[in-house]
T-cell receptor, first 114, second 112 residues
Framework: EAGVAQSPRYKIIEKRQSVAFWCNPI?????LYWYQQILGQGPKLLIQ????????DSQLPKDRFSAERLKGVDSTLKIQPAKLEDSAVYLC????????????FGPGTRLTVL | QQQVKQSPQSLIVQKGGISIINCAYE??????FPWYQQFPGKGPALLIA?????SEKKEGRFTISFNKSAKQFSLHIMDSQPGDSATYFC???????????FGQGTELSVKP
């Protein structure tokens, strides 16, 4: 079974620029998650999709972050414009259905904002 | 009330020793408590998980102890090995689609 794929693995941008991350979940997994992991901290959920509907986006800074999951499969997370404090690893995860099912994480995208 | 507090922040253990990581929570609605292991440059991976209807769960060298009245749970790694050196995160959530809340992480180093 293929794991969760993410790209790019690394990204360096200047502040106020925009950036997009892509995630391909495990086949058949209905629920997809985007987490932000700041160095030295645990992952923080940004947004949770079930199929192509949003379940929870309460911690997504909606003035600059957006996410979509077209056709209930792949997902993109966008930051526009980026701030210095957005420097973090952005992790994508997927699970069969709910958050109490095992969440499988991708390798993450390390974003550095200069 | 949504926080999960984890300690210690870092831990050094000799090979063959017991590693113990502790977590505490406040939200009594939480009913699923997983532990994740993360190696540098990788995403977290589920290690072991427990629900509050049992006080202990063991899988190989890894054991979760759960104290519902104290709202605490801990991970014990028996016979710790250098390959166990990683960052460990406790987490908590509740059924019906609640989000997973992670602790701050414990960086474990097992010395040969």
């Amino acid at each position: 079974e293929a794991g969760v794929a993410q790209s790019p693995r690394y990204k360096i941008i200047e502040k106020r620029q925009s950036v997009a991350f892509w995630c391909n979940p495990i086949s058949g997994h209905a629920t997809l998650y985007w987490y932000q992991q700041i160095l030295g901290q645990g992952p923080k959920l940004l947004i949770q999709f079930q199929n192509n509907g949003v379940v929870d986006d309460s911690q997504l800074p909606k003035d600059r972050f957006s996410a979509e999951r077209l056709k209930g499969v792949d997902s993109t997370l966008k930051i526009q414009p980026a701030k210095l404090e957005d420097s973090a690893v952005y992790l994508c995860a997927s699970s069969r259905w709910t958050s109490t099912d095992t969440q499988y994480f991708g390798p993450g995208t390390r974003l550095t904002v200069l | 009330q949504q926080q999960v507090k984890q300690s210690p922040q870092s831990l050094i253990v000799q090979k063959g020793g017991i590693s113990i990581i502790n977590c505490a929570y406040e939200n009594t609605a939480f009913d699923y408590f997983p532990w994740y292991q993360q190696f540098p440059g990788k995403g977290p991976a589920l290690l072991i998980a427990i629900r509050p209807d049992v006080s202990e769960k063991k899988e190989g060298r890894f054991t979760i102890s759960f104290n519902k009245s104290a709202k605490q749970f801990s991970l014990h790694i028996m016979d710790s090995q250098p390959g166990d050196s990683a960052t460990y995160f406790c987490a908590a959530t509740y059924n019906q689609g609640g989000k997973l809340i992670f602790g701050q992480g414990t960086e474990l180093s097992v010395k040969p």
